[in-house]
C-alpha cells in the first residue's frame, strides 16, 4: 500500500483570527502572556517572513496558515486544542505533523522547520 498523497500543509497558529484576535495575542505577547511559536516561525517583527514565503514555495504542495478559529471542522477535530501545531490534509484524512513542543524547537528559524518538516513528513507518511 503507498503513502497518503498529501493535498495540502496546515498550519495552525494558537491565536485567534480577525482584529480583535490579533490585537488580543500582539498584546499578550508583548506582556508575555500570549505565545505561539507558528508565529516565531513564520512572521517577523510587522510581517511575515520572506524565507518563510520561499520555504512554502519549495514544498510543491499549498501551505495554508490559520488562526484557531478559522480552521476546517476536520483540521479542527484533528488539532483539537493542541495548538499551534501542523497538518497535512491527505487524500486519506488530516494527519498530525507537528506539535507545539516540536515547533518551539525550531526556535523561530524558517530553516530549521523546513527540516523538520521534511522529517516529519517522511515519518508520519511512511
Excluded: Q
Excluded at 87 to 99: E, I, K, N, Y
Amino acid at each position: 500500500m503507498s503513502p497518503p498523497t498529501v493535498r495540502a500543509i496546515v498550519g495552525v497558529y494558537d491565536a485567534d483570527g480577525g482584529v480583535a484576535g490579533e490585537l488580543r495575542y500582539v498584546v499578550g505577547h508583548l506582556l508575555g502572556r500570549a505565545e505561539c511559536a507558528l508565529c516565531d516561525i513564520t512572521h517577523g517583527t510587522l510581517r511575515r517572513k520572506p524565507a518563510w514565503d520561499a520555504m512554502a514555495r519549495r514544498l510543491g504542495v499549498e501551505v495554508t496558515l490559520v488562526h484557531r478559529n478559522e480552521r476546517t471542522p476536520e483540521v479542527a477535530a484533528a488539532t483539537g486544542d493542541a495548538l499551534p501545531c501542523v497538518v497535512a490534509v491527505t487524500d486519506s484524512g488530516v494527519v498530525p505533523l507537528l506539535d507545539a513542543a516540536e515547533l518551539s524547537e525550531c526556535g523561530g528559524d524558517v530553516a530549521t522547520f523546513e527540516s523538520v518538516l521534511a522529517a516529519a513528513l517522511r515519518s508520519r507518511l511512511a
